[in-house]
């Protein structure tokens, strides 16, 4: 296992991307035991921000029923950076890293845009399966194209930043 050598990008950075998500009041129901949000909003805020992309690139509730394919997640990894707490204004920004025939691997980042920092990334591999016999299929040409358009239009003069521990194999 490799670790990560990517210098984390800092808010002015992340937030010069297109938005996916918020900014969104952290609500009083996020709090957990230790005065801050609760670990689980990071996940869901950022998986939210991830469906926004999928579906932009075609992965609906209609080409799941038409076509019979979709996406299973495959593996994902959160880093946690800086704390996010109630009532702080945060948004998510997603920057597409690589993609195989069959799998597209991204990045959200969560934002606490009341202090101006990272607050969390997560890292996800997500296979393209077909969904009557389970089992990873390579992509319509399409989705393919429009998984090719999102990575095309990522102009960030810096690098994602991967754990280094997961990704697309060859």
């Not at 210098?7 to 129901?29: A, H, M, N």
Request: charged share 25%; aromatic share 8%; with cysteine.
């Amino acid at each position: 296992m490799t670790s990560s050598t990517t210098t984390l990008p800092d808010y002015e950075q992340v937030v010069r991307l297109p938005r996916e998500l918020g900014p969104i009041s952290v609500p009083e129901s996020f709090r957990d035991e230790n005065d801050h949000m609760n670990i689980r909003h990071y996940f869901d805020l950022c998986v939210e921000a991830g469906g926004q992309v999928f579906e932009r690139i075609g992965i609906t509730d209609e080409y799941r029923a038409s076509r019979g394919t979709g996406f299973f997640t495959a593996e994902h990894h959160i880093r946690y950076y800086a704390e996010t707490r109630i009532g702080e204004e945060v948004s998510v920004y997603v920057r597409g890293v690589d993609r195989s025939d069959k799998v597209v691997h991204v990045v959200a980042m969560l934002v606490n845009d009341t202090t101006r920092r990272l607050s969390c990334t997560l890292e996800i591999t997500a296979i393209h399966v077909d969904l009557r016999t389970r089992a990873a299929t390579a992509f319509a040409a399409d989705i393919a194209t429009a998984i090719d358009r999102e990575l095309a239009a990522d102009v960030a003069e810096w690098p994602v930043p991967v754990c280094g521990a997961m990704g697309i194999r060859r």
